[in-house]
């Protein structure tokens, strides 16, 4: 009803930042992941059809508010600040911030991080525990840079959700996880406030697939 965006009311449009595997990521020119998953079965029980938007991660919760996207999944960790901003549904799981770091660094956890180059994903928590608590980092727009930039040795580490850590390390055999994670958090699907009918039904979605085994199939299904 509040939105004024021109798309039809049998469409649920979900926002999120696309490189950001098991979560969402491209595979073609789909977008697929545990968010989408999650979204498609909301979207069934509610009997409209989900349509994927990708944008840069600091910009899904602002659309969300604006009514250009009516949830963002996208592994979005529930903090305080954004709870004011918009309304978060019960979690669906817990994730960590991690460090990663090249196989060969000297770089063993949390304390040798001061006055090294830093590399997070710009408006994410990795990014706001950095900033808070060690110094500024460099901001990418997506993890994929990120790593692409510790590859080029341009940066010593990147402070980032573990999933995602995990699939980089994998592909990167050079890539090493620190064992030791600085945060532990959880993420919500964010919908604007107000929304309740949403907020309700994405909230049983999810409570239904934590009891039936849904989520750890989903879970499954991308995570090797
Ligand atoms: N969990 C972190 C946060 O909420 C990072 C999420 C990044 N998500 C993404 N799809 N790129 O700030």
Redesign the pocket.
């Known amino acids: 009803v509040l939105c004024s965006c021109g798309r039809s009311d049998n469409k649920l449009v979900m926002v ?5 595997p098991p ?2 990521f491209r595979e073609g020119d789909r977008i697929v992941g545990i968010d989408v998953d999650i979204m498609t079965e909301v979207a069934r029980e509610i009997g409209k059809e989900l349509v994927v938007e990708d944008m840069s ?1 600091d910009s899904v919760i602002s659309a969300v508010q604006s009514g250009k996207a009516d949830v963002a999944a ?4 529930v903090t305080e600040d954004r709870k004011r901003q918009i309304d978060f549904s019960v979690p669906y799981v817990e ?1 960590r911030q991690v460090i990663i770091v090249p196989g060969n660094s000297a770089i063993k956890g949390r304390d040798d991080l001061k006055g090294k180059r830093i590399g997070v ?1 710009h ?4 990014d706001a525990y950095v900033t808070k608590n060690i110094q500024e980092p460099e901001r990418f727009p ?2 994929a840079l990120a790593v692409a930039a510790l590859n080029a040795g341009k940066i010593d580490v990147i402070v980032i ?1 573990g999933e995602p850590a995990k699939i980089f390390a994998d592909r990167h055999k050079n890539l090493l996880i620190l064992p030791e994670p600085l945060t532990v ?1 959880e ?1 919500a699907i964010a919908i604007r406030k107000g929304n309740t009918e949403l907020l309700e039904q994405v909230n049983r979605v999810i409570r239904q697939l934590k009891e039936n085994g849904g989520m750890a199939a989903i879970r499954a299904k991308y995570i090797k």
């Open positions: 999120a930042e696309a490189t950001f979560y969402e991660f996208s592994g979005i960790t994730a994903q408006g994410t928590t990795g997506n993890g959700d958090e993420y």
